[in-house]
């Protein structure tokens, strides 16, 4: 029962940036949205997560719009080992369900 | 720092069997949480522990299905009679409380013959 949407899949040329869009229309005022990628034969890999500001790590950046409806994840130069599934999920902080849904995600493929 | 850790990496074992995959999470993390991934699927919730204490089980397929994590660190996933439909892989996360990410081990690869 994920609560997000995202496109099936993507391309993106190796050292352009990479933008990957989630909607989440019906998110909750106290859920967080959470970036993880997961690359073959590998668990998922954390990425980044926010509330509402925009987020900035060595990875990425997170811009969530001001409605908090949706957001993107940003690889500002994406390279080869960037090919990956990349899955946006919303999830509470406290109260509720500690568990994190995962949709189908959105298939980036960096191209050389 | 060290990851979570789960062994073995691989499990190939007859319809019938009874198997037990083992989760070592980060030190400190109080919440442990165990995944079902099937091929070309995304992970799937199986159960949820804080500390000692399963807080959610909702996820488990069957009460063939038996995770504890007795200490508060290392857990253990059973699953005893074994069939065809168990293989997967099977990961587990580790995280502190609150909004704090989940991590994840790289998983165990279960294949029922």
């Known amino acids: 029962d994920a609560k997000t949407t995202q496109p099936t899949s993507m391309d993106c040329a190796e050292g352009r940036a990479a933008n990957l869009p989630c909607n989440h229309s019906t998110i909750s005022g106290n859920e967080y949205v959470y970036w993880y990628r997961q690359i073959h034969s590998q668990g998922p890999q954390y990425i980044i997560h926010?509330?509402?500001n925009n987020e900035t790590n060595e990875m990425a950046s997170l811009i969530i719009t001001e409605d908090r409806k949706s957001s993107t994840l940003i690889l500002p130069h994406a390279t080869l080992r960037d090919t990956a599934v990349y899955y946006c999920?919303?999830?509470?902080?406290?109260?509720?369900?500690?568990?994190?849904?995962f949709g189908k995600g959105t298939k980036l493929t960096v191209n050389p | 720092g060290a990851g979570v850790s789960q062994s073995p990496r691989y499990k190939v074992a007859k319809r019938g069997q009874d198997v037990a995959l083992r989760c070592d999470p980060i030190s400190g993390h109080v919440s442990l949480f165990w995944y079902q991934q099937a091929l070309g699927q995304g992970p799937e919730f199986l159960t949820y522990?804080?500390?000692?204490?399963?807080?959610?089980k909702s996820g488990l397929p069957s009460d063939r299905f038996f995770a504890e994590r007795p200490e508060g660190s290392v857990s253990t996933l059973k699953i005893q009679r074994t069939q065809q439909e168990d293989s997967a892989v099977y990961l587990c996360a580790s995280s502190l409380s609150g909004p704090q990410p989940q991590h994840f081990g790289d998983g165990t690869r279960l294949s029922i013959l």
């Open positions: 926010g509330l509402k």
């Open positions: 999920i919303v999830k509470g902080a406290s109260g509720g369900s500690e568990k994190l849904v």
């Open positions: 522990f804080q500390n000692e204490a399963q807080l959610d």
